[in-house]
């Protein structure tokens, strides 16, 4: 039997979306999403008939042109107007995981049934999605504020047969991909544009892939700082409970334990030292890395708030006989919340590098670069070097984009959040951690063999058996950088519990 997610409307989490993707699940409108779609259109459809005043983007134009009316018979045309002229994205492609998961989410925004789309228009994105076939979209031409309406407008092009998507990994125009499936283009109806184009899936599709890959991300910067302090003979007292206990934040707790836990049963910890205190980017690992856990939590309750929102504009209430013209799509939330998490993130790389900085510099009984022979050999020098310049390119990536807005459309669209580009640049700095987590990694495995023949824990041994089928030890000067990307996969791809 075929893997599939039913959309309904309960909310969407976290291990929902990391199982749709793990296990490349197909999707299914049940049978109550499709009838609240049916009933918001079949609403507004009514509506139509007798309405006689405006409402904004449905019987008039877009931002700045909203005072302009619509005649009925251009209803339609206006819609596809609107998908048409506004993709005007450029700059890199997005990943196509990123894209197919900014489908998923207004799949599931649009089931909520306060969007008034047709329920074909829905089943078109689902068939898209379960044929792998995915809209090329492109990075720049968001403000994350009356949505995300660059990219979602390429997202939604191929609904029309315009723009381009990638199938069975070709490139090729949605006008070939609508003949080679037998599939009419959708013919939008009123506020359907709207509907698609208005939306932060853009943004949190980014803050979601962000926050799954942030998640394992925290538990691989413990073990590899649990590492790094045995391999520099460093002392376990900091991490007592009984120090937390008195600071009681929760990721502060949470990773004192995890460091005792990952220690537990090392030879190298349980020896007498002859120093009594080791450098803040070891004894403090709990403090940093905790305060990072806590950042990450808090931005993850606002991102699931988000993706189980109607961020659409105007939205209908047919319960109500409602038709309401707001600012849910400003992605302000989104925007001051992912410029927050690429800090945090930030800070878990910025005190790996120092823990590498300290490894080696040829104390407490390690060869100067982690190597038998320094001079002859540079062993571990330069990996170093591209940790201070990723932690430097870290830097500049987390100058705040929320901070920012650039009035648009002629002054309507006054205050903008940039969270688009808040959202690209996060994405960023979670790949520049995970270099930097594996640097560390492959100093930290070089340390211990020079702690032999005392063990780490028998969990480290075990991690550090696995990593070494990817990165032999370095005995003699070789090429390195095959090393660090395998590192990085080691990581990316690893299971750790």
């Not at 031409?141 to 990994?169: C, K, Q, R, T, Y």
């Not at 939330?333 to 410029?339: E, H, V």
């Not at 002054?411 to 903008?416: A, C, K, L, R, S």
């Amino acid at each position: 039997m075929q893997n599939i997610h039913q959309i309904t409307p309960k909310p969407l989490t976290f291990e929902i979306i990391e199982n749709i993707i793990g296990n490349e699940m197909q999707l299914a409108l049940s049978e109550e999403s499709g009838q609240l779609i049916d009933r918001c259109r079949n609403y507004l459809d009514e509506k139509m008939k007798t309405q006689k005043d405006p409402i904004y983007g449905i019987t008039t134009g877009f931002g700045s042109l909203c005072n302009k009316s619509i005649p009925t018979e251009d209803l339609s045309k206006l819609q596809s107007n609107l998908v048409m002229s506004h993709a005007c994205g450029t700059g890199n492609e997005v990943d196509l995981q990123i894209i197919k998961l900014m489908m998923l989410l207004k799949v599931h925004a649009l089931s909520l049934g306060k969007s008034a789309v047709q329920r074909v228009t829905v089943e078109r994105i689902i068939d898209m999605y379960n044929n792998d076939i995915v809209p090329v979209v492109y990075e720049l031409g968001s403000l994350g504020a009356s949505g995300d309406l660059a990219p979602l407008a390429h997202l939604f092009l191929p609904l029309l047969g315009e723009g381009e998507v990638v199938m069975e990994n070709q490139r090729i125009s949605s006008a070939q991909m609508l003949e080679a499936k037998g599939w009419q283009p959708i013919e939008l109806k009123s506020k359907e544009g709207l509907a698609l184009l208005n939306g932060t899936q853009f943004m949190s599709a980014h803050a979601v892939m962000a926050l799954l890959r942030a998640f394992k991300l925290q538990k691989l910067a413990d073990i590899v700082g649990a590492l790094s302090l045995d391999g520099y003979d460093g002392i376990l007292s900091p991490f007592s409970d009984e120090l937390h206990q008195i600071r009681p934040h929760p990721g502060q707790i949470e990773t004192a334990k995890n460091i005792r836990t990952l220690l537990d049963g090392s030879e190298i910890i349980s020896r007498p030292k002859k120093h009594v205190q080791d450098p803040y980017s070891f004894r403090c690992i709990p403090q940093v890395h905790g305060a990072t856990k806590d950042s990450i939590n808090y931005v993850a309750n606002v991102v699931l708030t988000e993706i189980n929102a109607v961020t659409d504009n105007p939205t209908v209430f047919p319960d109500e006989d409602l038709i309401l013209s707001g600012g849910n799509f400003h992605g302000q939330p989104l925007a001051l919340n992912l410029d927050y998490m690429a800090m945090a993130l930030a800070e878990i790389g910025n005190i790996s590098e120092r823990r590498v900085a300290q490894l080696i510099s040829g104390n407490r009984n390690l060869p100067e670069f982690l190597v038998a022979n320094p001079g002859l050999n540079s062993g571990l020098m330069i990996p170093q070097y591209t940790a201070a310049s990723i932690v430097n390119q870290n830097k500049q990536l987390c100058t705040p984009s929320s901070i920012d807005s650039i009035v648009s459309s002629n002054g309507q669209e006054d205050h903008v959040s940039m969270g688009a580009n808040s959202a690209t640049k996060l994405i960023r700095v979670v790949d520049n951690v995970e270099r930097l987590l594996a640097i560390e990694l492959i100093n930290a495995s070089q340390a211990i063999e020079f702690r032999r023949p005392d063990k780490t824990s028998p969990y480290l041994e075990e991690f550090l058996e696995a990593f070494r089928e990817e990165v032999p030890f370095v005995k003699d000067d070789r090429v390195l950088y095959k090393d660090i990307d395998n590192a990085v996969m080691f990581i990316r791809y690893g299971q750790f519990e």
